[in-house]
């Protein structure tokens, strides 16, 4: 943005001038609804700096002015005012190239607003979308001091939008709302002006309860060790308040959390910074998906994806990605070639297992896991680990257990990122860095498995192993949507499907049957129905719930008539989409109305008919049940999509092909089983945590 440079040096004052300690400042409380406001004055007594987007103090509600202020806080000396300044948003400056301000550009300014110019600058601010990012070079100082305004004034609006939403909680887990105020910082002609013009000339803040604690990023500091798990999940816990209440919080960080300590009742925990919210969207309309995740989206990946090791999976920087993607790729191509056998191997194994227990019920979850850990650990570091034998050892099955454990909760932090980096402090940091040592030692010895080939084009450096260890823990599932959680969590939902839909064994086994009399099967050559079985399994209960997350570009992102802003959060909803579901709104930010609420599980067959139901033969000879084949992304798409998809399926048709070719599969007699409320009862842990179940095996009668 241009400046006035000639705005001399002389003429800037220090940031905190117009806010010092022991100064009174005279707020007006902004009515609600509109009426007559009315004043409170506050004496400030101490800064809270630095700012950033906000100017926060504490201040001391003068004895007079009290009986001014909202219950619950008539009585309350101190409070805690936060003001959105343009003046003083030095971070909201420095990320649009806004020098910092002085008396000079105020002058500017307020000659400015005075013309009919102000105004129509800030029609257009509003209501055109292109109008930032085609003229912005173009604008003087006073047009980004108006530009600045504009921006706090929609932080503003968020911050008591969700004080008001959430209204409940204050006290409780966010602190309590005295009232909304404004600060006249300028004087104006109201009565000449229009109301857009006279906001340009307020700090609007809001006056709250004072919490005299600490910040959650200085837990180490202020907490017994003893007491950080409990912290931790009550910041957690707020997350999901706000995701309970439609809430998605973009600037979600341990600074925005303030922790109290209530004597031997210990510590409370609230979350203090709402101003942007919401700045994050689940869309659920499968025209996003090639904006999103398309190959030639101009989104970039989300703030989840910096708060975790860098791998190929973990990363925001698109050229690093493309690099390390084109190892990765020639890896798999040839993995798909040599790792037919060694997949059978594994399937041998499963079936043995089975073999011991047949006609007994065996928990399909663990059977699941344990293949897919067998399997990835080959692949990884050329040394299984023995789980469907029987014979892991102590190490493996702790690993083991911290990856499952590191899913779940991974999974729990996906919209809070920042906390992974608080947990390498506590248990669960101990545990992975249990995991990174143990990656480590098994790559002393690399054999000729895809960790070899990637040992081949990586730097024998510092930075190189560290980016090694964290490919190995990508494809052993400690990272997101790879192998080994997916491929268990898909071969379960399998075998629930198949045992709940008996009629679909003896169709998969007349076609199966054929391949093995001919000898034909290979688990790297597909077959109709078992294809579409795999297929519909992963349409209906895809193994990674979460839709990858992506910021806007610069220029936001239209997804038919409906333009999101830049730089916001947005994930797809792949379960929602894959079922054929909308929402009344695609591209909600949440929905306060209940009645309209209840109308998120209905049905619009808009990309799958009959989208709830588990009809394989729309993949084959009912096509008419896909509406929109772009719809199913289970593996993701674009230039982030999973490169194991092709091992993941060869891993799927060797377990059910061979199965079904030589058992029969059941739930338990006399068992209570709900197709829908099992499934209902999935949890979203990253990649799906799917209930317990027990299933049967017998032996297929010739």
């Known amino acids: 943005m241009s400046e006035i440079m000639s705005l001399s040096e002389s003429t800037q004052c220090s940031p905190y001038e117009k806010y010092e300690v022991g100064q009174i400042l005279a707020l007006n409380i902004v009515p609600n609804p509109p009426s007559s406001s009315s004043e409170i004055r506050v004496r400030v007594s101490k800064l809270h700096e630095p700012w950033t987007l906000s100017c926060g103090m504490v201040v001391e509600i003068l004895e007079n002015d009290r009986q001014d202020i909202q219950s619950p806080a008539a009585s309350a000396t101190t409070a805690f005012l936060k003001l959105f300044d343009r003046r ?20 500017a300014y307020l000659e400015f607003i005075k013309t009919k110019r102000a105004e129509e600058f800030l029609q257009k601010l509003c209501h055109d979308e292109n109008f930032k990012e085609t003229t912005e070079e173009e604008w003087n100082t006073a047009e980004n001091e108006a530009f600045l305004a504009h921006e706090l004034l929609g932080l503003f609006t968020a911050e008591t939008t969700t004080y008001a939403k959430l209204h409940n909680y204050q006290k409780k887990s966010i602190p309590g709302l005295f009232a909304p105020v404004t600060l006249n910082i300028n004087s104006l002609n109201e009565n000449s002006a229009a109301d857009m013009i006279v906001e340009l000339c307020e700090a609007k803040g809001v006056l709250l309860e004072y919490l005299p604690g600490f910040s959650l990023s200085t837990l180490e500091k202020h907490a017994p060790q003893s007491c950080w798990q409990n912290i931790v999940d009550q910041a957690i816990a707020i997350v999901h308040i706000l995701g309970d209440n439609n809430i998605l919080n973009a600037d979600v960080r341990p600074d925005n959390f303030m922790v109290v300590s209530n004597g031997d009742a210990g510590y409370q925990v609230f979350m203090i910074d709402f101003g942007q919210c919401p700045r994050e969207l689940t869309i659920y309309n499968a025209e996003a998906i090639n904006q999103v995740l398309g190959f030639s989206s101009k989104a970039r990946k989300g703030p989840f994806y910096g708060a975790v090791e860098v791998s190929l999976h973990a990363t925001r920087d698109p050229q690093f990605h493309r690099q390390r993607r084109k190892i990765w790729d020639i890896a798999f191509k040839q993995i798909l070639f040599d790792y037919g056998p060694a997949i059978e191997e594994f399937t041998d194994s499963l079936l043995a297992r089975v073999e011991r227990n047949v006609g007994r019920p065996i ?49 729990a932090l996906v919209h809070v990122p920042w906390i992974l980096t608080l947990l390498k402090s506590m248990s669960f940091g101990g545990s992975m860095t249990s995991l990174g040592k143990w990656s480590e030692g098994e790559l002393k010895n690399p054999r000729p498995d895809i960790m070899g080939h990637l040992l081949e084009h990586t730097e024998d450096d510092a930075a190189g192993r560290k980016l090694i260890y964290a490919d190995a823990r990508l494809i052993i599932g400690a990272g997101r949507q790879e192998l080994l959680d997916t491929t268990s969590s898909a071969l379960t939902a399998l075998f629930v499907l198949l045992a709940t839909h008996k009629s679909y064994q003896q169709k998969l086994r007349e076609e199966v049957d054929i391949s093995f009399k001919d000898k034909t099967y290979t688990c790297a050559r597909p077959q109709p129905l078992l294809d579409a079985i795999i297929t519909e399994a992963l349409r209906l209960h895809p193994p990674v719930m979460f839709g990858s997350q992506r910021v806007t570009p610069d220029t936001g992102l239209t997804i038919g008539d409906v333009h999101i802003p830049p730089d916001t959060v947005v994930s797809l909803d792949t379960y929602h989409i894959q079922r054929g579901k909308l929402r009344p709104n695609s591209l909600s930010e949440g929905n306060e109305n209940k009645e309209e609420s209840n109308l998120t599980n209905t049905l619009d067959p808009r990309n799958f008919v009959q989208g709830d139901e588990f009809i394989p033969e729309r993949w084959t000879s009912r096509p008419e049940l896909i509406l929109n084949k772009d719809a199913f992304i289970p593996f993701s798409t674009g230039s982030y999509n999973c490169p194991g998809r092709g091992l993941a399926m060869m891993e799927l048709r060797s377990v059910i092909a061979r199965t079904i070719h030589a058992y029969d599969v059941s739930l338990p007699e006399d068992t209570k089983f709900e197709e829908k409320a099992y499934f209902d009862d999935v949890r979203d842990h990253f990649t799906a945590g799917i209930p317990k179940c027990d299933l049967v095996f017998s032996k297929r009668v010739l």
Do not use: C
């Open 363 to 411: 928990t399909i979850n663990e059977l699941s896991i344990h293949y897919s850990y067998d399997v990835m650990s080959l692949l990884a570091f050329g040394n299984p680990t023995k789980f469907l034998e029987g014979n892991s050892t102590e190490t493996a099955t702790k690993v083991l257990n911290i990856v499952s454990s590191g899913i779940i909760i991974v999974g």
């Open 88 to 107: 003083f948003a030095s971070q909201l400056r420095q990320d649009n190239g806004i020098i910092p301000w002085s008396k000079g550009i105020e002058d």
